[in-house]
Nanobody
Framework: QVQLVESGGGSVQAGGSLNVSCVVSGNIFRINTMGWYRQAPGKQRELVAVMASADSTNYADSVKDRFTISRDNAKKSVYLQMNSLKPEDTGVYVC??????????????WGPGTQVTVSS
């Protein structure tokens, strides 16, 4: 079993910054992709930023140039530095990982989420 645990969420005013973290643990051979999605009330979950094992990145247009994703493979962790936060960034930020097990079959895992609230 693979588990993802997020931390670092909170409440900030518009223009502020937050850094959310995610640690992956469990039966892992390789983490192919790690990243972040978010879900605002009444809206569908959307991709925020992901990073593949080759360090290629993909950002949502709405966060590009404001957010930066990074990962530490030794710690099996992924981070999202969020700057110049806007009220529309408010939502539950969910950690995502595509993990290959010892039988070389990839599976997707999700964390419980951490709340980010940006006030005007």
């Amino acid at each position: 079993q693979v588990q993802l645990v997020e931390s670092g969420g909170g409440s900030v005013q518009a223009g502020g910054s937050l850094n959310v973290s995610c640690v992956v643990s469990g039966n892992i051979f390789r983490i192919n992709t790690m990243g972040w999605y978010r879900q605002a009330p009444g809206k569908q979950r959307e991709l925020v930023a992901v990073m593949a094992s080759a360090d290629s990145t993909n950002y949502a247009d709405s966060v590009k140039d404001r957010f930066t994703i990074s990962r530490d493979n030794a710690k099996k962790s992924v981070y999202l530095q969020m700057n110049s936060l806007k009220p529309e960034d408010t939502g539950v930020y969910v950690c995502y990982a595509r993990v290959t097990n010892r039988f070389y079959y990839p599976q997707d895992y999700w964390g419980p989420g951490t709340q980010v609230t940006v006030s005007s």
